[in-house]
């Protein structure tokens, strides 16, 4: 058969299994927005099959003998046959996935889907009841799911990297060690300093909002970033995330809590900046597996860079405080920017990850990242995380949750399985910072375009440098070729000590 | 192979088709409710696969060689072999859709459903700005897939015949027309007596009602009907409807129009009957595809019931009528409950069809009935529809649509390819009375009951003589069995001729 004929046929499969993967996205985002209480165990059931249907159709024999007659093609590239780059960096990527996918037998995908949806479920009732004991035995089930998926997978070193792997390629235990050692260290010596001046007094922090005009002022704040209502919506979720139902059907979810109305508004500005990416992958790549991010851990350099670094800056506010004032007249309209710039830029250790200031966030994750290693290793017992979480948030934060529901059980990840995910948060702040350090040379005038509200500098720079690649670099591939650098922590550890000693006069 | 094996078998594979076709239905909820409007092209794409997956899982040789197996049990059945009843009427359901099914080729389901989804967007869009024009290819699309699924499955006498049937089993254009006659002639008769008396003065039709209000009080209203809100939700969709998405996840939309109160209040309460039938399945028959209605007709029989004849009754309203009120006290806290029930019970001909009294409403559908056996027959040229329409309108109803919106456009069903689905509307009335009929015989209380707010014998009398039958009888056997009697449109038009009478002093 002809290279294009094969290509072809390899095409028509990837685009079935990515039907299929964002029908099973259409059913998690209906479950964690809207499904009925009682749905659930039927919608797990769906899940299973759709994650068995997609499972089957990418692992066929057909997949493999077009991937291998390609093989022969590609390996001894010549003439005609030469690939063009798309087609070369689509092709390994389906390899990629498919040596993988391959190594899972199908009935232990069904029961994974399965088993997931029920232990989410459970997740969302023992969070809300703080019982750590009913949902212990769906997150055991997860746990021994994992530690097979790597089994399965096959793993150098520990199981553990096994599953860092999925989220961030390339990466292991050693390597975030070895980043996250210098991070701890530094993040936990600026925290001393700022606990050793005065916590300012701003009133305005301590009021209520209501959630409905929080909701239009979310609206109103994504529509001036940018996002294309056309092509995506925000919806409201127990835990905020961002989910690709289509290429151009990309959506957001925030919660809007009357008591902290900056969890909404940072809850926002983090997913757009996921679904920036998502939405931002050029027409040929939309056609292919390929329009992807590179890793979670690059996908949350977007998310953190536009939360934290352009949201939570004072030219920002200079275009938004007053539309904010707008919708909140009788709580901030006697508030200077200058008080409110410092009052979402406290730095004060607190209980929840998502909450978190810029300086704690990392230690929220250096935490989990040395639970998982224990699970994993076998040193921690799923059933002893309680207590243990509890001793390292105060070792490490020196604050103690007074219920798993402010602890252990505050996340969703640990209930979809989602083990090794989390180090890349912390890799997403120090990517991020790579890249800004760059966008800062190269648009000299960005911090004038941010206080216009003009964002289109922004976009575009992000579009040219990192979006535009969808999966085809990978991170350490992407980073050196818009840096020139490897992994590093001085930019984000530079940012953060530079930033927080102005905000808290040190 | 065992029996019991060869059903077990049979039995996982409807099972899967189900979830399959339940995952369409979140697909298209999720269309109809929250879809971005650019996302409508690749969720099109989505559900054409699982459509297509859905049909080849159902027509696959597997089935065909266990139903071929399972035949030449049951057509000898003796001793250990004979079926319990439920797995009789089972294998019947699945031969019956297998029969169907096996007909269509795949592609072409594939294309319907890809065709289906655009269809229906540009139906949407078309509706939106009054463009018949835009419409009409999707249109034309639509009727000729409509013609070669009656060709594929085959029907004796008309094509229409062959549409007819999927909604109403047995029932074809003769049948169809013999009870239509009466009803067109009686029907237009009592409406002409109506308009020679006064329009009662009723300024609370007029006035603006909140969306925001009336959703709180549509509410309040499905709870108070029974609705089980941990099995089931109410959004928003520009046209309502009633749909399945999980034995314990049936969900429906109505509208809120701030200039017509009425049409959010009738839309709740008519989409609750469907839902209460798709709820009350019993366990027994959630576990197969007889979970589902008798017929089209048979469904619509449950939401008018509720809609028309509890939902406009006197003693409905001295339950609900206060709880109104306190929503909307500047608007209704001054009008009798008289007039109240008067004014949701004027009989004027008017435009669209949903928004119909009881009395017109069924001329409605006679109009729709008679274009489709002209389009099917070929008498009607799709392009000269808009133009037919208002010359029917006029004929039937004694008005003329200033816009193909108000006119032709006005229903999604023919952009989803649903011919045939009309006639179900009026027959459901016919069904409806007749077994209301019989409800009031054996429920002497049901007055008193409604008054209170009680419904649960009308629950348990639904229950007995009609769900928990789901799709085991067909609607002539189901309504000889609660009312020992054949289809008759006597029952309606007394109840019809009755009430009209009385609420018109006539």
């Known amino acids: 058969m002809e290279t294009s004929a094969l290509l072809e046929k390899l095409h028509i499969i990837d685009r079935e299994c990515r ?4 029908t099973v996205a259409v059913l998690q985002w209906d479950q964690e927005c809207y499904l009925p209480e009682n749905g659930v165990e039927e919608r797990s059931e769906q899940l299973a099959l759709l994650e068995s249907l997609s499972h089957e159709r990418f692992v066929s024999e057909e997949t493999g003998r077009l991937l291998e007659e390609l093989g022969s093609v590609t390996e001894n590239p010549q003439g005609d046959e030469k690939l063009p780059p798309l087609e070369r960096d ?18 232990f995908v069904a029961a994974v889907a399965k088993a997931e949806g029920l232990s989410q479920a459970a997740w969302v009732q023992a969070r809300r009841n703080n019982d750590f004991a009913a949902f212990l035995p769906h997150l055991i089930t997860m ?16 199981v553990y990297d096994g599953l860092l792997d999925i989220y961030e390629p390339g990466m292991d235990t050693k390597a975030i060690a070895s980043v996250f050692g210098p991070l701890r260290e530094r993040l936990s010596a600026l925290l001393k300093k700022i606990a050793s001046r005065p916590e300012p007094d701003l009133p305005f922090l301590k ?10 002022f979310s609206g109103e704040l994504m529509k001036g970033l940018g996002f294309d209502l056309r092509r995506g919506r925000l919806d409201t979720s127990a835990h905020p995330f961002c989910t690709t139902l289509g ?11 009357p008591d902290n109305f900056l969890s909404s508004i940072f809850g926002t500005i983090h997913e757009c900046g996921h679904a920036f990416y998502e939405m931002a992958f050029p027409a040929e790549l939309r056609s292919s597996r390929l329009a992807d991010g590179a890793s979670m851990g690059i996908h949350e350099s977007q998310s953190r860079l536009w939360e934290n670094v352009i949201g939570r800056s004072r030219p920002f506010w ?24 410092r009052g979402i830029n406290l730095a004060r250790p607190s209980l929840i990850r998502v909450e978190a200031d810029e300086v704690s966030y990392s230690l929220h994750i250096i935490l989990r990242f040395e ?8 040193a921690i017992k799923p059933e002893d995380l309680p207590a243990i979480w509890r001793e390292k948030m105060k070792e490490s934060l020196g604050l103690e949750p007074e219920t798993d529901t402010l602890g252990v059980l505050q996340d969703i990840h640990w209930s979809m399985g989602a083990f090794g995910y989390f180090p890349s948060y912390a890799l997403g702040n120090l990517y991020g910072l790579q890249f800004f350090g760059r966008l800062r040379q190269e648009l000299p005038d960005y911090e004038h375009a941010l206080a216009q509200g003009n964002f289109a500098p922004i976009h575009s720079w992000l579009f040219e440098n990192v979006h535009q690649w969808g999966r085809r670099l990978d991170p350490p591939e992407l980073l050196k070729q818009v840096t020139g650098q490897n992994l590093s922590v001085e930019p984000f550890l530079e940012y953060i000590e530079e930033k927080y000693s102005r905000v808290y006069g040190i």
């Open 371 to 378: 639970l998982e290693q224990g699970l994993f290793s076998g």
């Open 19 to 22: 039907h299929l993967q964002r």
């Open 207 to 216: 009021r209520e909002y209501k959630a409905e005009t929080q909701a239009q």
């Open 318 to 341: 200079e275009r938004f405080f007053p539309v904010l004032k707008t919708h909140f007249p009788g709580e901030l309209g006697a508030v200077e920017i200058a008080d409110f710039y």
């Open 90 to 107: 689509f092709l390994k990527a389906m390899r990629r996935d498919y040596d993988k996918e391959k190594k899972l037998p199908l009935d």
């Open 247 to 257: 290429s151009h059907d990309v959506r957001i979810t925030t919660r809007f809590l």
């Open 143 to 158: 746990i021994d799911f994992a530690r097979k998926r790597a089994l399965y997978w096959g793993y150098e070193g520990r």
